[in-house]
């Protein structure tokens, strides 16, 4: 199986409410990052938190990691229907790679 | 500054043809990979490079070759397209750790 699973794959909000969105791991890494991505188009990096770091924000955007349990967390607080995306989390190994989950496809109901 | 520049936007081939993606960036980014999307896989790795005249292998490496003979241009080619290569295919390329993505290609290979 891939390096990043997240959960769950797919999840339906009201506009205001919090989404929260989970990435597991396998091996050691040195960062980890979170990406949206549009239907039809590119990815757009979102944040990027360290292995030695355990929180990290940006705007709405609330990012957890434990290193322990090899997790990692996203949290959009405040969902609003422009938020309607996909979104991936990202693992940066030793190596030089980037290995990409699966994905969790969030929709934000007007 | 255009970013992470992808050609062509869209590709019909036929099994056992070949042809090359083309991808640039004008950022001066050390770092530079190709990946796939899947419906249902993520992205997956294909080749990436540290630098002018480094290549490496990704995650799915077979059927695809890389060179990076300048910083700007990382192409990549597909020997004899097969059906299985039927895929988005994305470019990216970073410095410091947060990836920037092209557009994307669209191959479809009958």
């Known amino acids: 199986s891939q390096q990043g699973e997240e959960d769950p794959q797919a999840l339906s909000i009201q506009e205001g409410e919090n989404a929260t969105m989970n990435c597991s791991y396998k091996?050691?890494?040195?960062?980890l990052q979170w990406y949206r991505q549009n239907s039809g188009r590119g990815l757009v990096h979102l944040i990027l938190i360290r292995s030695n770091e355990r929180e990290k924000h940006s705007g709405r955007l609330r990012v957890t990691l434990d290193t322990s349990k090899k997790s990692s967390s996203l949290l959009i607080t405040a969902s609003r229907a422009a938020d309607t995306a996909s979104y991936f989390c990202?693992?940066?190994?030793?190596?030089?790679?980037?290995?990409f989950g699966q994905g969790t496809e969030l929709s934000v109901k007007p | 500054n255009a970013g992470v520049t992808q050609t062509p936007k869209f590709q019909v081939l036929k099994t056992g043809q070949s042809m090359t993606l083309q991808c640039a960036q004008d950022?001066?980014?050390?770092?530079m990979s190709w990946y796939r999307q899947d419906p249902g896989m993520g992205l997956r790795l294909i080749h990436y490079?540290?630098?002018?005249?480094?290549?490496d292998q990704g995650e799915v490496p077979n059927g695809y070759n890389v060179s990076r003979s300048t910083t700007e241009d990382f192409p990549l080619r597909l020997l004899s397209a097969a059906p299985s290569q039927t895929s988005v295919y994305f470019c990216?390329?970073?410095?410091?750790?947060?990836?920037?993505f092209g557009p994307g290609t669209r191959l479809t290979v009958t």
């Open positions: 091996t050691s890494i040195n960062n």
């Open positions: 950022m001066n980014h050390e770092y």
């Open positions: 990216a390329s970073t410095q410091t750790g947060a990836q920037y």
């Open positions: 990202a693992t940066d190994i030793p190596g030089g790679k980037l290995i």
């Open positions: 490079s540290v630098g002018a005249g480094i290549t």
